[in-house]
Nanobody
Framework: QVQAVESGGGLVQAGGSLRLSCATS????????MAWYRQAPGKQRELVAS???????NYANSVKGRFTISRDNAKNTAYLQMDSLKPEDTAVYYC?????????????WGQGTQVTVSS
């Protein structure tokens, strides 16, 4: 069982920046994919960004060029740097560790952290 703990959410004005952190209980190198999701009120949870243990990244179109996902293997931590924030980025952000035990992918979720962007 992998545990993921997020931190770094808060209230910020439009145009500002926040950095979210996700600390994992396991050696992050063994985790195939670290990902950030978000869920706004009344909406489905959506994938924001992901990074493989090889360093390949993927972003939702809505955040490309503004958000950057990274991972620090020495600290077993993944990050989401969020710049040029917009009110529509307001959501609860969740970290997820994707562990592949073929043929199944197991997702371990953090508790979520609130990000609120004021206009």
């Amino acid at each position: 069982q992998v545990q993921a703990v997020e931190s770094g959410g808060g209230l910020v004005q439009a145009g500002g920046s926040l950095r979210l952190s996700c600390a994992t209980s396991e050696n992050i190198v063994s985790i195939n994919v670290m990902a950030w999701y978000r869920q706004a009120p009344g909406k489905q949870r959506e994938l924001v960004a992901s990074i493989t243990n090889g360093g390949s990244t993927n972003y939702a179109n809505s955040v490309k060029g503004r958000f950057t996902i990274s991972r620090d293997n020495a600290k077993n931590t993944a990050y989401l740097q969020m710049d040029s924030l917009k009110p529509e980025d307001t959501a609860v952000y969740y970290c997820a560790a994707h562990l592949v035990v073929a043929p199944t992918t197991y997702k371990y979720w953090g508790q979520g952290t609130q990000v609120t962007v004021s206009s």
